[in-house]
T-cell receptor
């Protein structure tokens, strides 16, 4: 069936460097995407979202890029900090359903 | 502060018993809530969509009679795991949709069946 997957299960970066977390999605009907951060033992926290009519959206220290041609989503974190260590999930949604399909997750480890 | 609250945060129950998990929207009325389960080091898997005043919509492969969902009010949905077994041990997370269509997640509930 349709699914959302991630390329890298674990990403280790030096503190202060930029991080890039990737996600591939397969449902061409998905038109809304969200990146979530999940710390150990807690529920997901919203980071940033993007609609399919955009290819880039910036937040505070984070940028999401959407490439609909290859069905690829990425999350860029600038100047990665120890507090960014967590598991990051991308989630896709199709208009009107409010159901989110989550990707497999990438663990980000920030090295001091 | 949290806008979606789950209770209990963690629970241990004996095999064969039932356990109820509550999901409450604190600052808004949620006509729709969602229940997910998450195994360690895995992603969130949607179990069911809970609609206030009507029956829940279950995802394929989720047993309706085992995971009873009740959405009796606009601020409360409950998930009851009936006749729990060790394989039901998991992290259960709910989310709620605001009238403005924003989704907020709860902090999750750890269930351990012994």
């Amino acid at each position: 069936g349709e699914s959302v997957g991630l390329h890298l299960p674990t990403l280790s970066v030096q503190e202060g460097d930029n991080s890039i977390i990737n996600c591939a999605y397969s449902n061409s009907a998905s038109d809304y995407f969200i990146w979530y951060k999940q710390e150990s033992g807690k529920g997901p926290q919203f980071i940033i979202d993007i609609r399919s009519n955009m290819d880039k959206r910036q937040g505070q220290r984070v940028t999401v890029l959407l490439n609909k041609t290859v069905k690829h989503l990425s999350l860029q974190i600038a100047a990665t900090q120890p507090g960014d260590s967590a598991v990051y999930f991308c989630a896709e949604n199709t208009s009107g359903t409010y159901k989110y399909i989550f990707g497999t997750g990438t663990r980000l480890k920030v090295l001091a | 502060g949290a806008v979606v609250s789950q209770h209990p945060s963690w629970v241990i129950c004996k095999s064969g018993t039932s356990v109820k998990i509550e999901c409450r929207s604190l600052d808004f009325q949620a006509t729709t809530m969602f229940w997910y389960r998450q195994f360690p080091k895995q992603s969130l898997m949607l179990m069911a969509t809970s609609n206030e005043g009507s029956k829940a919509t279950y995802e394929q492969g989720v047993e309706k009679d085992k995971f009873l969902i009740n959405h009796a009010s606009l601020t409360l949905s409950t998930l009851t795991v009936t006749s729990a077994h060790p394989e039901d041990s998991s992290f259960y997370i709910c989310s709620a949709r605001t009238p403005g269509n924003t989704i907020y997640f709860g902090e999750g509930s750890w269930l351990t069946v012994v």
